[in-house]
């Protein structure tokens, strides 16, 4: 059991709160009117994605049994959205392929 109080766990609760709301309401009352660089604008276009894809790549090796099943459900799924499959499409295939190639190793090991 830990020893922390429900008023402490509220009180952090509050401050994180506090400070995801400030992160995504400051830009927008700092920055009023529209962004007319470039650069600026392109660079905060492709912020999210490079985010997400930082977040979730290195997941993805350490969210299977092995790193060559999650490489192998990877390599499938690149494969998959090169061609252009539904994101639907693209999430089966490669969970398929990750849950085949654990079975087989299962059967070599």
């Not at 992160?23 to 529209?34: E, S």
């Not at 905060?44 to 290195?58: E, G, H, I, K, R």
Request: contains cysteine.
């Amino acid at each position: 059991m830990s020893d922390l109080s429900g008023g402490y766990i509220l009180l952090c609760t509050a401050v994180m709160a506090l400070v995801t709301y400030l992160t995504r309401m400051l830009p927008l009352v700092l920055c009023r009117g529209r962004i007319k660089n470039r650069f600026v604008r392109s660079f905060l276009n492709y912020v999210p994605y490079a985010v997400l894809s930082a977040m979730t790549f290195p997941a993805v090796f350490s969210s299977t049994g092995s790193v060559l099943s999650a490489t192998a459900g990877l390599a499938c799924a690149l494969a998959m959205a090169y061609f252009g499959r539904s994101l639907l499409a693209v999430a089966l295939s490669s969970a398929a392929t990750v849950y085949l190639v654990e079975l087989l190793q299962g059967l070599f090991h």
